[in-house]
């Protein structure tokens, strides 16, 4: 049974309401201070889009350091590492493709060789949702 926080938008009292899912939106919120219909609810921060945020931060700082890109094309072990890493920051479970490609990649393949190989592949394919 949700309660929402308000503030009236009049007087500043803060104050919760107690409404069901159905009477939510459909029933006007009344200040109990000084009875304005003008309340706003109040939108309480969300901590995991929050934590999301910071993540992703991190994870683009990773890629902000061109010196950590540099060479990753000539070096396939460093890119399936980057690439494992990547899969890691996301906090999701990569495709099967995905861990195949980063398999080989770590065991020296070259993406040429891999794409040739695995022909399902299909360019693109990675990393849509
Ligand atoms: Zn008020």
């Known amino acids: 049974m949700p309660f929402y926080d308000y503030t009236c938008l009049d007087c500043g009292n803060r104050f919760d309401v107690f409404l069901t899912y159905a009477e939510y ?6 200040c109990p201070a000084c009875g304005s219909k003008s309340a706003r609810r109040r939108i ?3 901590r995991v889009a929050k934590s999301d945020e910071s993540r992703a931060e991190s994870f683009a700082g990773d890629f902000s350091d061109p010196s950590a890109l540099a060479g990753l094309e000539d070096d396939p072990q460093a890119m399936g590492r980057m690439m494992r890493k990547m899969g ?10 995905f861990s195949e490609v980063v398999d080989r990649l770590e065991k020296g393949q070259s993406p040429e060789e891999i794409e040739k190989e695995l022909p399902d592949l299909g360019e693109g394919e990675m990393g849509e949702e």
Do not use: K
């Open 44 to 46: 309480p921060r969300v």
């Open 25 to 30: 939106g459909a029933r006007p919120v009344a």
């Open 88 to 97: 890691n920051e996301m906090g999701e479970e990569m495709p099967p493709e």
